[in-house]
């Protein structure tokens, strides 16, 4: 049986602090793939769990469509704290270059334990807003596959990597961890 393709799915880009520039590989997929969706914050330069979970709570709630989320740094920090809170609607989780939660102080708020749909964690050895050990450790918890890439750095656009095949890849395996997971109850 063939996969559905994206276009089956809502893809929310979710960016981590001060959003992602044009060179970001979010903001490249989503020239990319036009129906991918951002998940815009009011104030990207102070983020805060609970109003960045709310504003993705609002756009995931505007479509019935299974949604795979794409969150970079703050962003899958976010979406792990709103998949505690409901994980209605969510169909997998790429999280990439997650943000230390104890440089923002929001450790205890998230889960402690594994999310309630497939996750692909990818890491880097040198990443200035989490180490490779504590990333390992946060993927584990949350029942995440947990990727380490080498030296990229915080996986930005500093890390030079165009429109990162790799990790559309890796988006492409979340879809299909997606179908095999067989219907969700939270889509009943």
């Avoid at 890796?170 to 219907?183: I, N």
Wanted: charged share 15%; hydrophobic share 45%; aromatic share 10%.
């Amino acid at each position: 049986m063939a996969l559905p393709p994206f276009s089956d799915y809502r893809v929310l880009l979710m960016p981590g602090l001060y959003n992602s520039g044009p060179e970001h590989w979010q903001s490249r997929w989503q020239r990319l793939y036009p129906g991918f969706e951002r998940v815009v914050q009011d104030d990207w330069d102070n983020p805060q769990l609970p109003a960045w979970s709310a504003r993705f709570d609002e756009l995931r709630a505007r479509d019935s469509r299974p949604i795979l989320v794409a969150a970079h740094s703050f962003g899958c920090l976010t979406a792990a704290y709103s998949l505690a809170r409901d994980p209605r609607g969510v169909a997998g989780v790429l999280m990439v270059a997650p943000a230390d939660p104890d440089k923002f102080g929001v450790a205890a708020a998230l889960p402690q334990g594994p999310l309630p749909c497939p996750t692909i964690m990818i890491s880097s050895t040198n990443d200035p807003w989490m180490s490779a050990d504590n990333a390992a450790l946060w993927g584990g918890r949350w029942g995440a596959e947990v990727v380490n890439i080498g030296a990229f750095g915080h996986i930005n656009a500093e890390s030079g990597l165009g429109d990162w095949l790799f990790g559309q890849s890796r988006l492409k395996q979340l879809l299909e961890l997606a179908q095999s997971a067989g219907p969700q109850a939270q889509f009943a």
